[in-house]
């Protein structure tokens, strides 16, 4: 179910719980502000979740209040991920959705990283 992307941030939101620990992931990758794992529905060969550890609902919040500190550790984590998983030579796609019609499911920011075969148009014409 789409949500809206402008709050207020639930911190029962399924992300909130994986990073408290409450339910489990498949971890790829982590440092002080960001966390990175598979997505449990894929939607390509590579989909990685990357989130921050703040409570942050869309990129709109982050990217407004988060600290530079949080920004940069956040930015360099999807980097790493796309480093580590050796996506970097044959390309990958990131994607963050914000609010409902975007399709935003979950109310905490979240960028998709998407790889490992060719993804086709970014959107479907209309």
Known sequence: MAVSGRGPYDPQNIFAKILRGEIPCRKIYENDHALAFHDIAPKAPVHVLIIPKGAYVSFAD?????SDAEIAGFTRAVGQVASLLGLEDAGYRLLS???MAAGQEVPHFHIHLFGG?????MLHRH
């Open 62 to 66: 982050f990217s407004s209040t988060a």
């Open 117 to 121: 075969a060719a993804l086709g148009p």
């Open 97 to 99: 959705n914000m609010g």
